[in-house]
């Protein structure tokens, strides 16, 4: 290598000479000035603060502590009940602002470091990052909104994704101080820092999946093929394998030995969680086993010949589980290695033969480059020893184990929902194994029951004899994730959706721990694609939302079009892909409003909680990576609604509709203070059945900025949805009137009615109009804010 | 069995240094008669152990009843819907905590609240936000697990369905 000396160099007449610039040093290379920049680029954290305090005001965190004692530090443990204090002067208020902190930081951390890790891997197995580009076709020209937004960078390559990420992981550490003893005392600046730190895990989760995107040519858009969901999908005359995780590049490599081998035919691969959905957007030969809620499920039936596992939510006895039916397993990443042996530099097949011959339960093999060789010959050549045995009980073995029951009520103590195993049981050492294979889907796969069973009693097995018949016949659909909305799908809803004519965007997102069984979230995204919601799934939520089939067997996949659009029912792709749905909303602030979102937060922010009707769905939220998520759909102006385990995240944020003067906000117009009514009612809010959850998602899509035709829709299906499952009109219904436009025309009489005989509204019959009565503002030309500095001209 | 009695119906909820009392029926039924302001709050799971039956006869002593989750559903269904109303638990709670709230009747908080047909764990969450910010409100839980975050709690009896009902019964009975 020559080294140059500073100075003009002629190198006319040289030849094969490759010049290199990685980096300038000294001054950075300025930027292409690709949009002004707005006022917070890269925020810190007391940057967006006065955007948090907006929020914290109208929506105050409600605590529900889960425990009331603080041992964090060696003065404890502190007993904070009863307004004491902790050692170090903190309070019970402040100290579960704190644990949420901590939620947040293991979550966003997660994001984050599995999308540096992801850059990493890239490197290693495709080469320089600034060869990649990050270019998503002419569909797409806002190719990293949260990006733009954000930090203020346009990433071009994905190794422009360097920087992003080190704002991120300097954040991370900077809040993570915060939790320290003796720094942050106040609930409130905690949570402000939780949606820092839920901001910062929005920010990762698009870097992570745009990296992937860009790396591994994932498609995007559209009209994406059918994937195989379900459990019994996973064919076992085939040698199986089984990823479980989020961080796909192991997997990929599994799918290219598979491939490159041509040995389709003799190997199934099928995935838990993120990793099979990212893997299947990589190769659609990757089935969808299961979500998260089925994993220990999977593996104890006894169908898979090689676990490969990677990062996040997969179990820490996954070991001994997967002893328990002779299945090895390789640890892919390095957040999780189990005090085994990393093995990268050893001959393949003396890993494998480790492997067959049980000499070592699991491996770690760090470089996805040496993990599809292994996993495929391992499940290949142990294929023949396993199929020996039956790993579901025999039916002697079940009557017996299901007869030994006494029916003491331990495990109904130790299980999450409290199931009545016992009764299960029962019923089936009286031959009816009926009420226990019911159960299967209720249960969450925890295995906490198994270990309080004074018989000893395999409840996990005995469940899935119980439901074998079902499980085999467990073959649904969902679509390959499809990554990003097109910038032109946002040009054709951006009206309807501001409008409200589209009626909103429903995310259910998240982990499986349902209060009652997967047909919930089915149930949920039904009812919003056939009432014309734009319905945008993730995640676990995902995956079990295909599970199940209409009266012509058919799943939502193939009943509703997969386009973001309107009645659309569409896989977005893993968690964190649901980057792109908060890109979504802030796609409809830059490309249908023409706003500037370049390190422009506040303004966006402010914009979507005015205008956007987005409600994410967390059914079944489990992770600390579901709370950071929370928390940044939550900044970002987009309310959600939790499943009832949800309230164990200690905190939801609610509005009181009663306070009038929590719900002013400005008309950016001219300044002036207007009552605009409790819209969105709450930003985060634990409901507690399906039937409270669906009614209230479509309450919390109404916005300051509805048209009265928007309003009307959004009406309409707020009282219908209250009348389908709660059985009457909602008794707040009258608080989102504004005028008689307001009332859809085909129930305006009725409702008209109600307003004069309940509310004692004025009623002048023969046009038909409301004399007098509604508070809330409304006029076409509004224009809401909650940022006094977006007033164009103050009011003298 | 009163060791027995404190044990949470979720193994491992123990909250900490202040755990609810097991108390005998009678003295919550005359916690309830003696409470100026008190509320029936019945949860999603009031069609379990017969307790909606239960939930109606103390709501037609004049204790307005709050129904969350779809609880609603079983009222109407029951034909008895004279003081009920729909609530969401956490909305619910949160108006709690606010001395200043006016209460579903729209006079005033209440003084004491009682639970029934809870969802177990989520209500467990709510008692603990009770418990520890809200102190003008007494919390009591007559469904037949023990609650370790209500003021006072009936014990752990989800067991013996016929048990529980008689001592709702003496609940009633005070009323
Ligand atoms: S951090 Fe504070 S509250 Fe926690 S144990 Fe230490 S002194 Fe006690
Ligand atoms: S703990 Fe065991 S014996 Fe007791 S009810 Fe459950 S399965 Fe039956
Ligand atoms: S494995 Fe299932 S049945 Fe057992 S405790 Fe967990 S959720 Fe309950």
């Known amino acids: 290598m020559v080294k140059l000396k500073p100075g003009i160099f002629d190198i006319e007449d040289l030849e094969n000479v490759k010049i290199e610039i990685k980096e300038i040093m000294g001054e950075k290379m300025p930027e292409e000035e690709w949009a002004p920049m707005g006022p917070t680029p890269k925020?810190?954290?007391?940057?967006?603060?006065?955007?948090?305090?907006?929020?914290?005001?109208?929506?105050?965190?409600?605590?529900?502590?889960?425990?009331?004692?603080?041992?964090?530090?060696?003065?404890?443990k502190c007993d904070l009940t009863g307004n004491k204090r902790g050692a170090c002067g903190i309070s019970l208020e402040a100290m579960q602002g704190r644990i949420v902190l901590l939620a947040c930081l293991a979550g966003c951390s997660a994001h984050a470091a599995h999308g540096r890790h992801m850059l990493h891997d890239i490197?290693?197995?495709k080469g320089e990052l600034d060869k990649i580009p990050i270019d998503f076709g002419t569909e797409i020209n806002v190719e990293a909104p949260l990006t733009r937004l954000i930090t203020g960078i346009k990433p071009k390559t994905v190794a422009d994704l360097k920087e992003v990420f080190s704002y991120i992981e300097e954040n991370i550490v900077q809040l993570g101080d915060a939790l320290h003893t003796g720094q942050e005392g106040s609930a409130l600046d905690f949570e402000s820092k939780a949606y820092q730190m839920g901001m910062l895990d929005s920010l990762g989760k698009e870097a992570a999946d745009i990296a992937q995107i860009a790396a591994f040519n994932f498609p995007i858009g559209p009209d994406r093929p059918l994937l195989d969901v379900g459990m019994g999908t996973l064919d076992t005359n085939k040698a199986v394998i089984l990823v479980i995780g989020h961080n796909a590049p192991p997997a990929t490599n599994i799918c290219d030995y598979i491939q490159d081998h041509n040995l389709e035919d003799e190997v199934d691969i099928g995935g838990v969680c993120c990793t099979a959905l990212d893997s299947s957007r990589y190769s659609t030969i990757v089935k969808l086993a299961s979500s998260l809620g089925r994993q220990l499920r999977v593996i104890r039936a006894g169908l898979v010949d090689c676990i490969v596992v990677d990062e996040q939510c997969i179990r820490a006895d996954i070991i001994e589980q997967a002893q328990k039916v002779g299945t090895p397993v390789i640890f892919a990443n390095d957040k999780k290695m189990h005090n085994l042996e990393i093995r990268d530099g050893d001959d393949p097949d003396e890993i494998v033969k480790d492997l067959v011959s049980g000499n070592v339960p699991g491996v770690v093999l760090l470089d996805p480059l040496n993990v599809g060789e292994v996993a495929?010959?391992?499940?290949?050549?142990?294929?023949?020893?396993?199929?020996?045995?039956?790993?579901?009980?025999?039916?002697?073995?079940?009557?017996?184990?299901?007869?030994?029951?006494?029916?003491?009520?331990?495990?109904?103590?130790?299980?999450?929902?409290?199931?009545?195993?016992g009764d299960g049981h029962k019923l089936a050492a009286e031959g009816d194994s009926s009420l226990l294979a019911s159960q299967f889907d209720i249960c969450i796969g925890c295995g906490r029951c198994e270990q309080v069973c004074p018989q000893n009693i395999p409840i996990v097995s005995t469940m899935i004899k119980a439901a074998w018949p079902l499980i085999q016949e467990e073959k649904g659909k969902i679509r390959q994730a499809r990554g990003p909305i097109f910038d032109t799908e946002i040009r054709t809803v951006g009206a309807p959706l501001v409008l409200g004519t589209i009626p909103g965007i429903i995310a259910p997102i998240g982990c499986g721990n349902y209060p009652n069984g997967t047909k919930d979230v089915y149930t949920i995204a039904k009812e919003f694609g056939d009432r014309g919601y734009i319905v945008c799934l993730t995640g676990c939520m995902l995956i079990d939302t295909g599970l199940y089939k209409d009266e012509d067997?058919?799943?939502?996949?193939?009943?509703?079009?997969?386009?973001?659009d309107k009645g659309g029912i569409i896989n977005v792709g893993s968690c964190v892909s649901n980057a792109h749905i908060h890109d979504a909303a802030i796609k409809v602030a830059n490309i249908f409003a023409q706003r500037n979102i370049r390190g422009n937060y506040a303004e966006i922010a402010d914009y979507i909680l005015n205008r956007v009707g987005a409600c994410g769905v967390a059914w079944g939220a489990m992770s600390q990576k579901a709370a950071s998520i929370a928390a940044g759909f939550n900044r970002l102006g987009v309310p959600a609604v939790v499943g009832p385990?949800?309230?164990?995240?200690?905190?939801?944020?609610?509005?009181?509709?009663?306070?009038?003067?929590?719900?002013?906000?400005?008309?950016?117009?001219?300044?002036e203070r207007v009552y605009v009514g409790p819209v969105p009612e709450h930003l985060l809010v634990v409901a507690e059945t399906i039937e409270e959850c669906i009614p209230l998602t479509a309450k919390l899509c109404m916005r300051a900025a509805d048209t009265p035709a928007g309003r009307s829709i959004k009406l309409t299906h707020y009282i219908d949805l209250n009348q389908k499952y709660l059985g009457d009109y909602p008794d707040d219904w009258h608080l989102f009137v504004r005028s008689e436009a307001d009332l859809p025309i085909a129930k305006r009489t009725e409702l008209l009615q109600k307003l004069e005989a309940e509310q004692g509204w004025k009623i002048d019959w023969k046009s038909k109009k409301i004399v007098e009565g509604p508070k809330v503002y409304y006029n076409p030309s509004f224009d809401p804010t909650n940022i006094k500095d977006l007033i164009r001209t103050k009011k003298e | 069995m009163a060791e027995l009695k404190m044990l949470p119906f979720d193994a491992g909820n123990?909250?900490?240094?202040?755990?609810?009392?097991?108390?005998?029926?009678?003295?919550?039924?005359?916690?309830i008669k003696r409470a100026k302001k008190p509320l029936l709050i019945c949860g999603s799971n009031i069609e379990e152990h017969g307790s909606i039956d239960k939930a109606i006869e103390i709501g037609k002593k004049g204790i307005p009843i709050a129904a969350s989750g779809n609880a609603i559903v079983a009222f109407r269904n029951k034909g008895y819907m004279d003081n009920v109303k729909y609530v969401l638990l956490n909305d619910l709670a949160n108006c709690l905590r606010d001395p200043e709230w006016k209460g579903l009747d729209g006079k005033g908080n209440y003084d004491t609240v009682i639970f029934i047909g809870s969802l177990y764990y989520l209500t467990s969450g709510i008692l603990a936000s009770l418990k520890n910010f809200v102190p003008h409100i007494k919390a009591l839980a007559i469904d037949p697990y023990y609650q370790p975050n209500a003021d006072m709690t009936f014990g752990d009896i989800w067991r013996k369905k016929d048990e529980y009902l008689a001592m709702l019964d003496e609940v009633i009975g005070e009323l």
């Open chain 1, 43 to 76: 925020p810190k954290i007391p940057d967006l603060r006065y955007w948090d305090r907006i929020l914290l005001k109208r929506y105050p965190p409600f605590y529900a502590p889960q425990c009331d004692t603080c041992i964090l530090c060696t003065m404890g």
């Open chain 1, 376 to 421: 495929v010959k391992v499940a290949q050549q142990i294929k023949p020893i396993r199929r020996k045995k039956g790993w579901i009980l025999s039916d002697e073995e079940f009557k017996k184990q299901v007869e030994a029951c006494t029916n003491c009520g331990n495990c109904t103590i130790a299980c999450p929902n409290g199931i009545r195993i």
């Open chain 1, 645 to 671: 385990h949800s309230i164990k995240y200690r905190r939801s944020f609610l509005g009181r509709k009663d306070k009038e003067e929590d719900w002013y906000v400005y008309d950016a117009r001219n300044g």
């Open chain 1, 553 to 564: 067997g058919k799943t939502l996949f193939e009943t509703h079009p997969d386009v973001f």
């Open chain 2, 14 to 31: 123990i909250p900490g240094p202040k755990m609810g009392r097991v108390t005998a029926p009678k003295i919550i039924g005359k916690m």
């Open chain 1, 123 to 125: 490197e290693h197995m």
